[in-house]
């Protein structure tokens, strides 16, 4: 007995598995920002924005940002970037004048009708480097690990 503290117990960052996933999600996120950053001038958030009212038509900021997992602010920096080039339009919420609803304009709508294609692509390219299996098993433990982040989130 020394009588000098233990060290702490190390953490390697490159072996723990959220700061993993965060790189891994980083670098696929950059690498399909490549994609539509130079031909259509949009970042990730604005990309996500655009994306999430292809899919759904038109929906409020706060919707945008639980479902593309943005902060609001992100959101909001966003809407007001595409807002100003035309691609995203706002309308009056009638039931509630604290929000309106968003939309893709027709120059959105064909923004969104060209990057789709090279998004689906590139995860093409990307899970070709499984094959079907381990593409299944992928999903499987995504959607797990989600679901236990989401549980521990709670307690």
Do not use: C
């Amino acid at each position: 007995m020394t009588g000098e503290p233990e060290p702490p117990v190390q953490l390697l960052l490159e072996d723990f598995l959220p700061y993993r996933l965060n790189v891994a999600a980083a670098r696929v996120s950059e690498g399909l920002a490549r994609v539509y950053s130079a031909r259509f001038g949009l970042d990730i958030p604005g990309w996500r924005v655009i994306a999430t009212l292809g899919q759904f038509g038109r929906a409020t900021a706060k919707a945008i940002g639980e479902h593309s997992q943005m902060h609001k602010t992100k959101v909001s920096r966003a809407l007001m970037q595409l807002q100003a080039r035309g691609l995203v339009e706002r309308s009056p919420n009638p039931q509630d004048k604290r929000e309106a609803f968003i939309a893709l304009t027709p120059a959105g709508i064909a923004v969104y009708g060209e990057i789709v294609p090279l998004a689906l692509a590139y995860q093409t390219d990307l899970l070709a480097a499984l094959d079907e299996p381990q593409r299944r098993q992928l999903d499987m433990i995504i959607d797990r690990l989600t679901e236990e982040a989401l549980k521990l989130r709670r307690i």
